[in-house]
């Protein structure tokens, strides 16, 4: 990943972050419960829910699509498997945790997608199938501090990950092991000594 794409990350983070915050705080501001907005169009009948709508309509705006936060998930899933192969399984752990939490995260984005043919593909479903199978057969290995069985279990995830990805219409995006690091602030020396 290069420089820029990781400030283009970081900015598209900070910037859902600032528009979570000024929701919450509109939220929080509001005498009339969102669901009764919902229902009747309006708080009071001063304009609110055109605004409200508004609101809702730029964070629809500007909330990142399925593909950035997949880059999420290959960044932790990178991290995962180079914390193995330095012996650094809590780093391990903790990688492995934010590849899950990412894929999810993918999916709150866009539980159902439309496949070439127009066709729903339930993302939440295969991603329920996988979090039940191969996820946890990964996490048992890391758990284990198995390096052997752990290069069988991301093996066995990528090629999830890749069902999931011809399902979804992308079969030309194709993970494989990783050749290289992409990210270098973070030591992953389980036998560092600075910064103390």
């Given at each position: 990943?290069?420089?820029?794409?990781?400030?283009?990350?970081?900015?598209?983070?900070?910037?859902?972050?600032?528009?979570?915050?000024?929701?919450?705080?509109?939220?929080?501001?509001?005498?009339?419960?969102?669901?009764?907005?919902?229902?009747?169009?309006?708080?009071?009948?001063?304009?609110?829910?055109?605004?409200?709508?508004?609101?809702?309509?730029?964070?629809?705006?500007?909330?990142?699509?399925?593909?950035?936060?997949?880059?999420?998930?290959?960044?932790?899933?990178?991290?995962?498997?180079?914390?193995?192969?330095?012996?650094?399984?809590?780093?391990?752990?903790?990688?492995?945790?934010?590849?899950?939490?990412?894929?999810?995260?993918?999916?709150?984005?866009?539980?159902?997608?439309?496949?070439?043919?127009?066709?729903?593909?339930?993302?939440?479903?295969?991603?329920?199938?996988?979090?039940?199978?191969?996820?946890?057969?990964?996490?048992?290995a890391v758990e284990k501090k198995d390096s052997a069985a752990f290069v069988v279990a991301y093996k066995q995830m990528l090629e999830s990950c890749y069902a999931?990805?011809?399902?979804?219409?992308?079969?030309?995006?194709?993970?494989?092991?990783?050749?290289?690091?992409?990210?270098?602030?973070?030591?992953?020396?389980?036998?560092?000594?600075?910064?103390?």
């Amino acid at each position: 990943m290069t420089t820029t794409n990781v400030l283009k990350s970081l900015l598209l983070l900070s910037c859902g972050a600032i528009a979570g915050g000024f929701l919450a705080t509109q939220v929080a501001h509001r005498s009339t419960p969102l669901a009764v907005v919902a229902q009747t169009g309006s708080r009071t009948g001063d304009g609110d829910s055109t605004k409200l709508l508004a609101d809702v309509a730029h964070l629809k705006d500007i909330v990142p699509g399925q593909s950035h936060a997949m880059i999420d998930v290959g960044y932790h899933m990178v991290n995962l498997w180079f914390a193995v192969q330095k012996g650094n399984w809590p780093f391990a752990a903790f990688e492995l945790d934010e590849t899950r939490n990412r894929i999810r995260w993918t999916i709150r984005i866009n539980p159902v997608r439309k496949d070439a043919d127009g066709k729903d593909v339930d993302l939440k479903g295969i991603f329920d199938g996988i979090d039940q199978s191969s996820m946890p057969i990964l996490k048992r290995a890391v758990e284990k501090k198995d390096s052997a069985a752990f290069v069988v279990a991301y093996k066995q995830m990528l090629e999830s990950c890749y069902a999931c990805h011809k399902a979804s219409g992308k079969p030309y995006l194709r993970p494989m092991i990783p050749t290289a690091r992409l990210q270098t602030i973070i030591n992953d020396d389980p036998n560092a000594k600075w910064p103390e």
